[in-house]
């Protein structure tokens, strides 16, 4: 199992979530980008993490994300899917993820370097 550890107080939840279904579609488009099948997409509470990725390639969302900003959404969606390609964080795994996600370069997570921002951008 893949995840990414929640840092608690390290997001500020919006008033108003976004809908399961529209999530949903902002992971199978990610998915379609990158390349990569998710099986199922799940999305429940989760209380350590907010997202992580079986081995089968299911992919589990923590609830909270539906409060979260965009750019937040797609840093977690972006994480689960490369681990669909690789397992590890490695440099590639970094690399990818700073490819798919240039733009804000507020670290979120202090591993995985640029955070992301939203509408996506075409790869450069
Ligand atoms: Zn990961």
């Not at 976004?18 to 998710?38: C, H, M, S």
């Not at 972006?78 to 795994?93: D, T």
């Amino acid at each position: 199992m893949n995840g990414i550890e929640k840092q608690p107080d390290a997001w500020q939840p919006l008033e108003e979530a976004v809908p399961a279904d529209l999530f949903r579609v902002e992971v199978r488009a990610w998915a379609a980008r990158i390349g990569v099948e998710p099986g199922e997409i799940h999305i429940r509470p989760m209380k350590r993490k907010w997202a992580s990725c079986s081995s089968r390639g299911r992919l589990t969302f923590d609830i909270g994300l539906l409060r979260q900003p965009a750019y937040q959404r797609a840093e977690v969606i972006v994480h689960e899917l490369l681990h669909l390609k690789l397992p590890n964080h490695g440099p590639l795994f970094r690399a990818l993820m700073q490819a798919y996600l240039s733009g804000k370069e507020t670290p979120i997570y202090p591993n995985h370097g640029a955070a992301s921002h939203f509408p996506m951008q075409d790869t450069p």
